[in-house]
C-alpha cells in the first residue's frame, strides 16, 4: 500500500506539475481554458473556479490543457436546436440550456436559427416563427446534462494569441518538470546534504578495503602514493588502475597526518575494471550548495538523457530497451523500498525524462506543436489546422503503438 500511495504521488505531481504550466501561461496568455485534467476517461471528481473546470480522471496516464480553439469544442450549438436562455437585467444571454425544461431560469425558449459564438456574439432564435436576435454576454454558459462549457470569444482561442504567446503557452509544461526537478534536488542537498569535494570521507563500506585498513568516517585522505589529492575526483582517478595492487593512502585523523597501505578492491565500471576503496564522501548541509549542486544535477540529468536518445535515433539503442509505464512502476517499488530521498531522486529524475520526452519534435508531442509554431512565424502564416490536426493524429496513433511495444517488452521482463 505505501508502494502504491508512493507511485500515485509521484505520477500525480509529475503530471500536475506539467499541466499546471501550460494553464498558467495559458492564461497569462489570455486564453481561455475549458478543462484542467489529471488522468483520462470517466471524471472522478471534478469543481469549477474562475472559468476552468478542474477534474481528476479514472486513469492516471497522462493529463491535459483544454484550450478554447485548440481542439474541437466539447458542446457545438447548431441550427434546429430547441434550447431556453436566461436573460441577465440588460437582456443579454448569460446561459444556454440544452434542455430548457430540465432548467427552473430560463426564460427564453426557440428554435437555434444562427448562433455566433466567436466573433459577433450573437444568437438568432426562431420563436413562433418570428426570428429573435439576442447577444450573447462574453462569459456565457451552455448547459447540456450537467455539463457546463463558457463560450470562447475568438480572442480568448488558442490561434488568436501571437506566436510567441502561444510557444510560451506550449513550451511551459515541460519548463515546468525541469523546474520540478531543480527543486526536488533542492529538497534532497537541504535534507541529506550535498558531497563535499575534498577528500574527506563520508562513510566506510563494511568488509570493504578502507574497512579492513582501518580509516574511518571523518578523514581526509591528502594523497594516494605520495600525489596530491585536492578532490573527490583525484582520489577516484589515483585508485582507478590499481585494483588489487597495494596502495599507500595518506589520510589526517584528528590533525594528525598517518600512512596506511590498501589493496583496493576490483569492481567493474563501464566495461573497465577499477580500483575502490568503499567509501563515499562526506556531506554537508548548506543551502547554497543544496541550490548548486541541484542545479549542476539538474543539468547533468538533462545531458544524459538527451544522449540517450540520440543513441536511440542513431540505431545504437534499441527499442527493446525501452521501459514504459509498467517498467517505470515496478523500478520505482524497488526505488520506495530504499527510502524517501531516493524516492525525491528518482521521481526528479523521471520529471527531466518526462520534459525531454514532450520536447521531441514529434506529432502530438509539445516539441511537435512547437515545430508547427515555427513554421508558423517563418511562413508569416498559420498552416492549415485540418492538415495540423490530422498528422498529430497520425502522431499520436504512433505514440500509442510505441506504448504498447515498451509495455510488452516491460511484462516480458517482468516475468523473466
Given at each position: 500500500?505505501?508502494?502504491?500511495?508512493?507511485?500515485?504521488?509521484?505520477?500525480?505531481?509529475?503530471?500536475?506539475?506539467?499541466?499546471?504550466?501550460?494553464?498558467?501561461?495559458?492564461?497569462?496568455?489570455?486564453?481561455?481554458?475549458?478543462?484542467?485534467?489529471?488522468?483520462?476517461?470517466?471524471?472522478?471528481?471534478?469543481?469549477?473556479?474562475?472559468?476552468?473546470?478542474?477534474?481528476?480522471?479514472?486513469?492516471?496516464?497522462?493529463?491535459?490543457?483544454?484550450?478554447?480553439?485548440?481542439?474541437?469544442?466539447?458542446?457545438?450549438?447548431?441550427?434546429?436546436?430547441?434550447?431556453?436562455?436566461?436573460?441577465?437585467?440588460?437582456?443579454?444571454?448569460?446561459?444556454?440550456?440544452?434542455?430548457?425544461?430540465?432548467?427552473?431560469?430560463?426564460?427564453?425558449?426557440?428554435?437555434?436559427?444562427?448562433?455566433?459564438?466567436?466573433?459577433?456574439?450573437?444568437?438568432?432564435?426562431?420563436?413562433?416563427?418570428?426570428?429573435?436576435v439576442y447577444s450573447l454576454e462574453r462569459d456565457t454558459l451552455l448547459v447540456d446534462q450537467g455539463m457546463e462549457i463558457q463560450i470562447a470569444p475568438y480572442d480568448r482561442t488558442f490561434g488568436a494569441q501571437s506566436v510567441w504567446k502561444r510557444v510560451l503557452a506550449i513550451a511551459a509544461g515541460p519548463a515546468m518538470n525541469f523546474v520540478l526537478a531543480f527543486i526536488l534536488l533542492i529538497i534532497v542537498g537541504l535534507v541529506q546534504g550535498t558531497p563535499t569535494n575534498d577528500g574527506q570521507i563520508g562513510t566506510v563500506q563494511p568488509d570493504s578495503a578502507a574497512d579492513e585498513a582501518g580509516l574511518m568516517s571523518g578523514d581526509e585522505i591528502v594523497s594516494i602514493e605520495g600525489e596530491p589529492v585536492t578532490d573527490w575526483l583525484d582520489l577516484r582517478t589515483a585508485l582507478a588502475d590499481r585494483a588489487d595492487t597495494p596502495t599507500d593512502v595518506t589520510y589526517v585523523r584528528d590533525g594528525e597526518e598517518a600512512t596506511v597501505t590498501v589493496t583496493p578492491q576490483a569492481v567493474e565500471q563501464n566495461g573497465e575494471t577499477v580500483g575502490i576503496l568503499g567509501v563515499t564522501n562526506a556531506l554537508e548541509r548548506s543551502p547554497f550548495k543544496a541550490v548548486t549542486t541541484g542545479a549542476e544535477t539538474t543539468w547533468t540529468m538533462s545531458t544524459l538523457i538527451f544522449s540517450a536518445v540520440g543513441d536511440l535515433v542513431t540505431g545504437q539503442v534499441g527499442v527493446d530497451q525501452l521501459a514504459g509505464p509498467v517498467g517505470i512502476v515496478r523500478m520505482t517499488d524497488e526505488v520506495a523500498a530504499s527510502g524517501l530521498i531516493m524516492l525525491l531522486n528518482w521521481t526528479a529524475l523521471l520529471s527531466v525524462n518526462l520534459a525531454i520526452f514532450n520536447l521531441l519534435p514529434l506529432p502530438a508531442l509539445d516539441g511537435g506543436r512547437l515545430i508547427f509554431l515555427l513554421f508558423e512565424a517563418v511562413r508569416g502564416r498559420p498552416i492549415d489546422p485540418k492538415k495540423e490536426g490530422f498528422v498529430h493524429f497520425i502522431g499520436f496513433a504512433l505514440l500509442m503503438i510505441l506504448m504498447l511495444i515498451v509495455t510488452w517488452n516491460d511484462i516480458q521482463s517482468f516475468f523473466k
Amino acid at each position: 500500500m505505501t508502494t502504491f500511495i508512493a507511485i500515485v504521488l509521484m505520477f500525480g505531481v509529475l503530471i500536475s506539475v506539467h499541466e499546471w504550466g501550460h494553464l498558467v501561461m495559458a492564461k497569462r496568455a489570455g486564453i481561455l481554458c475549458h478543462e484542467f485534467a489529471i488522468g483520462f476517461g470517466p471524471k472522478i471528481v471534478s469543481f469549477r473556479k474562475n472559468e476552468t473546470l478542474y477534474t481528476i480522471r479514472l486513469l492516471p496516464i497522462g493529463g491535459y490543457v483544454k484550450m478554447a480553439g485548440e481542439d474541437f469544442e466539447p458542446i457545438e450549438v447548431r441550427a434546429g436546436q430547441h434550447v431556453g436562455l436566461r436573460l441577465t437585467e440588460q437582456g443579454t444571454v448569460d446561459r444556454v440550456y440544452f434542455q430548457p425544461d430540465t432548467a427552473t431560469d430560463v426564460q427564453v425558449v426557440g428554435t437555434v436559427d444562427k448562433f455566433d459564438a466567436t466573433h459577433e456574439l450573437k444568437v438568432q432564435l426562431l420563436i413562433d416563427e418570428e426570428v429573435r436576435v439576442y447577444s450573447l454576454e462574453r462569459d456565457t454558459l451552455l448547459v447540456d446534462q450537467g455539463m457546463e462549457i463558457q463560450i470562447a470569444p475568438y480572442d480568448r482561442t488558442f490561434g488568436a494569441q501571437s506566436v510567441w504567446k502561444r510557444v510560451l503557452a506550449i513550451a511551459a509544461g515541460p519548463a515546468m518538470n525541469f523546474v520540478l526537478a531543480f527543486i526536488l534536488l533542492i529538497i534532497v542537498g537541504l535534507v541529506q546534504g550535498t558531497p563535499t569535494n575534498d577528500g574527506q570521507i563520508g562513510t566506510v563500506q563494511p568488509d570493504s578495503a578502507a574497512d579492513e585498513a582501518g580509516l574511518m568516517s571523518g578523514d581526509e585522505i591528502v594523497s594516494i602514493e605520495g600525489e596530491p589529492v585536492t578532490d573527490w575526483l583525484d582520489l577516484r582517478t589515483a585508485l582507478a588502475d590499481r585494483a588489487d595492487t597495494p596502495t599507500d593512502v595518506t589520510y589526517v585523523r584528528d590533525g594528525e597526518e598517518a600512512t596506511v597501505t590498501v589493496t583496493p578492491q576490483a569492481v567493474e565500471q563501464n566495461g573497465e575494471t577499477v580500483g575502490i576503496l568503499g567509501v563515499t564522501n562526506a556531506l554537508e548541509r548548506s543551502p547554497f550548495k543544496a541550490v548548486t549542486t541541484g542545479a549542476e544535477t539538474t543539468w547533468t540529468m538533462s545531458t544524459l538523457i538527451f544522449s540517450a536518445v540520440g543513441d536511440l535515433v542513431t540505431g545504437q539503442v534499441g527499442v527493446d530497451q525501452l521501459a514504459g509505464p509498467v517498467g517505470i512502476v515496478r523500478m520505482t517499488d524497488e526505488v520506495a523500498a530504499s527510502g524517501l530521498i531516493m524516492l525525491l531522486n528518482w521521481t526528479a529524475l523521471l520529471s527531466v525524462n518526462l520534459a525531454i520526452f514532450n520536447l521531441l519534435p514529434l506529432p502530438a508531442l509539445d516539441g511537435g506543436r512547437l515545430i508547427f509554431l515555427l513554421f508558423e512565424a517563418v511562413r508569416g502564416r498559420p498552416i492549415d489546422p485540418k492538415k495540423e490536426g490530422f498528422v498529430h493524429f497520425i502522431g499520436f496513433a504512433l505514440l500509442m503503438i510505441l506504448m504498447l511495444i515498451v509495455t510488452w517488452n516491460d511484462i516480458q521482463s517482468f516475468f523473466k
